[in-house]
């Protein structure tokens, strides 16, 4: 296999406490995964020698929550928020609409579009939803589109009752037909548990389904209010509760005490005009925080891991090195991919050769360069994709 050295390092992060601190560091990338980490002086012979010129490495964007199967923009919906008009769960049916029109191939290339918008950016690995399909058919082919294209595909029928269902035939219909369709084709089940679209009981009864059927859990929770989202995610053990924009001092104890990981979402937070989340009660309590852009057509059509670690560190009192970790390593966790050969957000032998290679020193310029491009090289799976 062919293998490529990167030296020139001027600042490496792994997030392996074993590798600990390395001076004039060097990487080797071998086929689809990191074969050796150490002192350049020591780097085994490769094919080809990268030298980065001292910029700063670290492990691929992680962004572990999208919604990237659809069609259409909401671009007025988003003119009218920013005039004064709040964001409302119902926005959904919009794009719901767009996507039920849409091809196959139409959604793919979307989906692909975005999935390579963000990699140019540092992304090298990616979930992404069903959600706007609504019907059996329709979920079950976002699901099949998503294959191959996104990392970690997520099945969210319960987004949205489709307007003119009854909420709990529609319940019957995801927790029964939906589910059997989809299952083979995801790895988790989401639910959107928040006023005006899923209460705590029909979330519960959706999740259990979902693990019956041996998929993993995710929770949408507490985004446009206080809610039940984060208790059902804990009392569940779901791998993530996503969003976490308003917490009680009891969801804050909840999930630093659960394997649970609170992903915060700042983009969207911003796009709805929601206060951000305090992501620093979460971390003093000891919780495990991810970051992720929540890029969709309504609530955050953004792909940029770094706006969102800028806008962390900038606005919501995280560290550099704080926001850096949740964007890769806290993303791959909430995945439950942060271990094992394969691992991604880390760099470690035998994770995956995902790279980001900054135009800056330091991960500091992220936050102190904000909104400025500092993407200067990327490998996805031992790729060079920019
Ligand atoms: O994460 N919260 C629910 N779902 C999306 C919104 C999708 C949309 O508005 O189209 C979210 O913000």
Not at 51 to 63: E, S, T
Not at 115 to 141: H, P
Not at 148 to 167: K, N, Q, S, W, Y
Not at 324 to 332: I, M, N, S
Request: charged share 20%; aromatic share 4%; hydrophobic share 40%.
């Amino acid at each position: 296999m062919p293998a490529t050295v990167i030296t020139g390092i001027g600042e490496l992060t792994t997030h392996d406490d074993e590798l600990g601190p390395l001076a004039d560091a060097a990487l080797v990338l071998e086929g689809d995964r990191v074969a050796w980490v150490g002192s350049s002086r020591h780097a085994p012979a490769a094919d080809e020698r990268v030298d980065v010129g001292g910029r700063a490495v670290l492990p691929g964007w992680v962004d572990s929550h999208t919604h990237l199967v659809f069609a259409g923009d909401r671009t007025d919906e988003f003119a009218a928020r920013m005039s004064g008009q709040p964001y409302r769960a119902g926005g959904i049916a919009v794009t719901v609409d767009a996507t039920r029109r849409a091809s196959d191939t139409e959604l793919a290339d979307t989906l692909r579009r975005h999935v390579d918008e963000a990699a140019a950016q540092g992304t090298t690995c990616v979930e992404t939803k069903t959600g706007y399909g609504l019907t059996v058919a329709d979920e079950l082919r976002s699901a099949k589109v998503a294959a191959g294209i996104a990392d970690e595909i997520t099945f969210l029928g319960a987004h949205l009752v489709p307007p003119g269902t009854d909420a709990d035939d529609y319940v019957d219909l995801v927790c029964g037909d939906m589910l059997d369709a989809v299952a083979e084709h995801v790895g988790w089940c989401d639910v959107f548990c928040e006023e005006g679209a899923f209460d705590a009981t029909q979330s519960r009864r959706v999740l259990h389904a979902a693990r019956q059927r041996g998929l993993g859990l995710r929770v949408h929770g507490n985004q446009l209010g206080p809610g039940p989202g984060v208790a059902l995610a804990v009392e569940l053990d779901a791998a993530s509760v996503d969003h976490c924009t308003h917490l009680s001092t009891a969801d804050v104890d909840a999930l630093a005490n659960s394997d649970t990981v609170a992903t915060l979402l700042p983009a969207c937070d911003l796009s709805t005009r929601q206060p951000l989340p305090d992501a620093r009660a979460l971390l003093d309590a000891g919780a495990t925080v991810a970051l992720a852009s929540n890029c969709n057509p309504g609530s955050s059509y953004t792909s940029s891991m770094a706006f969102c670690v800028a806008t962390a560190v900038l606005q919501m009192r995280m560290s550099i090195t704080e926001a850096v970790l949740a964007a890769t390593w806290g993303g791959a966790r909430a995945l439950r991919r942060e271990t094992g050969d394969g691992a991604v957000g880390v760099l470690r032998p035998g994770a995956r050769a995902d790279v980001h290679v900054l135009d800056a020193p330091s991960t500091t310029w992220l936050a102190y360069r904000p909104g400025v491009p500092l993407t200067h090289a990327v490998w996805r799976k031992g790729d060079r994709v920019r």
